[in-house]
């Protein structure tokens, strides 16, 4: 695996726990941001994810 395609590979992964750590932030009582702001925050990261993952299978597959 080249460099690159691990370098998206290792972002794609931390993009996924960022989105699995504001996921259960919303979980928590009490917690500012509000609501609603953790959830796009989640998706958003968890979109992103995805999308690094699919290029980094992408590039991986050219190697």
Do not use: D, E, T
């Not at 996924?16 to 750590?21: N, P």
């Amino acid at each position: 695996m080249s460099g690159a395609a691990a370098g998206i590979f290792a972002l794609s992964v931390v993009l996924f726990l960022g989105g699995i750590h504001f996921f259960l932030s919303i979980k928590k009582p009490g917690v500012y941001p509000p609501k609603y702001v953790l959830k796009k925050r989640a998706a958003a990261l968890a979109a992103g994810g995805v999308l690094l993952f699919l290029l980094g299978m992408i590039v991986g597959s050219f190697q």
